[in-house]
């Protein structure tokens, strides 16, 4: 499905969300207060668009790994660090299993994860993976959709999820499927406590869920030990 998404993936993304996204993305890479010389690890990278990210901050990452298991979403990703020399050699995009992460105990400074840890099978088994990559004291920084809970504003919002979002992104993207798994999967995802409760049993401290945008998404934070 993502596969089938992928040439017009980032179009939707800044569409459905009005641009906002960039604006989630800075506030993720914000929270793991770079200093330039870290090495980051962009998991369910997508198009890269977080990866990137991290790799254009002001510091930036000194080394950026993506990993997703889309090959075709990775493959508009590479288009990306082609027309970007200096951006090609900080940032490397890598197929493989958020489960099975495929690099070394201990070897990056931070993990970041944008709206791709609910469509992991194994959640827990992610989240365990990501504190065995970090090191110790590494900066975890994962957004999520999830429902607002102010009464008035979920049922505008669920409204818009169900029935505008869907018929908008299956006229662009021309497939049926993929936006109506968006607001199923974002109904069936574990909520902030649970969530929250799941990075705790993983190993993670310091841990915070932190609305933005009305509660519409969530930036969980946390420190891995």
Known sequence: MFDAIAGRYDLLNHLLSAGIDRRWRRRAIQSLQLTGRERVLDL?????????AAARAHPGAARVVGVDFAGAMLGVGKKKLERDRPLRDRVALVRGDATRIPLVDRSVDAVTIAFGIRNVDEVAAACREMRRVLRRGGRLAI???AVPTVPGLSRLYLGYLHHVLPRIGRAVSRHNAAYGYLPASIGA???PDEFVKILRDAGFSSISANGLTFGSVIL????ST
């Open 44 to 52: 369910c990278t997508g198009t890269a668009d977080l990866a990137i």
């Open 220 to 223: 969980y934070t946390a420190v």
């Open 189 to 191: 995802f574990s909520s």
């Open 143 to 145: 957004l999520e959709f």
